[in-house]
């Protein structure tokens, strides 16, 4: 299917790549992804009690260093796809397991609402302990040109994201935002201990619960 925010997305991996990068990408039209339902089980170990499309892309995330989260404008949000896909990583926000990589967001959208979905999407990356290099949104609007106009800017955004898995820039504001989250989330971890002994440990090793 015809897909600008795919299109985007290849752009950004296409620098990515011009960097040195291997690249992946999910695209979330493709699997069947369902809704959380808070039925707490992930709390229990970490695993969803839906057999779909979820674990594999799951698997396929933790394998990277780098994330770039792209989504269409639907009524000023992300997609329900994308919004289901992030629901699913509820156990990945509160256990940390993609903290450490880089990240930036896209979004497309015919007339408005793209910065405010980069905006939120580079929100939950910080909430997934990611930091945020940077996002861009393109109006589509009747102009059949603006994707392809963005396409130098898209592919720097993948250079930049690439140099910042090299080299490690800090990004103080994000770095206090992520804090002040895990300590929030350090309060479940603790909660689990007795049945994620695993996780409880490695929150120790990384300093981000002092161990008793
Ligand atoms: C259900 C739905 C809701 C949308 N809501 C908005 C909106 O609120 N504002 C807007 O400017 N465009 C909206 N659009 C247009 C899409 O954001 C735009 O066409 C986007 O680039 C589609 O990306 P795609 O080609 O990857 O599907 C909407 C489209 C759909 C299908």
């Known amino acids: 299917m015809r897909s600008r925010t795919r299109r985007l997305a290849n752009f950004v991996l296409a620098g990515a790549k011009d960097a040195g990068a291997g ?14 339902t808070a039925c707490e089980s992930c709390s229990l170990d970490g695993t969803c009690v839906f057999a779909d499309d979820f674990a594999a892309a799951y698997e396929r995330i933790l394998d990277a260093d780098g994330l770039v989260l792209a989504s269409p404008v639907y009524i000023d949000n992300v997609s329900g796809q994308m919004k289901v896909f992030i629901d699913r990583l509820a156990d990945a926000i509160h256990y940390q397991t993609l903290a ?13 609402g793209g910065d405010a979905v980069v905006g939120y999407l580079n929100h939950v990356l ?3 302990g990611v930091t945020a290099v940077g996002g861009m949104s393109v109006a589509l609007d009747s102009d059949q040109e603006a994707l392809d106009r963005a396409e130098p800017a898209a592919r720097d955004l993948g250079r930049l994201l ?3 898995i090299v080299e490690q820039p800090r990004y103080p504001d994000q770095e206090a935002e992520i804090a002040e989250n895990r300590e929030y989330f350090a309060g479940i971890v603790r ?13 120790v090793r990384e300093g981000w619960i002092r161990g008793e």
């Open 100 to 112: 450490g990589k880089y990240g930036c967001s896209l979004a497309t959208t015919q007339v408005s």
């Open 23 to 36: 690249v992946d990408l999910i695209d979330l039209a493709d699997l069947q992804i369902v809704p959380c």
């Open 162 to 164: 690439v140099h910042a």
């Open 191 to 203: 909660e689990n201990r007795d049945w994620r002994p695993d996780e409880y440990e490695r929150w």
């Open 126 to 128: 910080n909430y997934l």
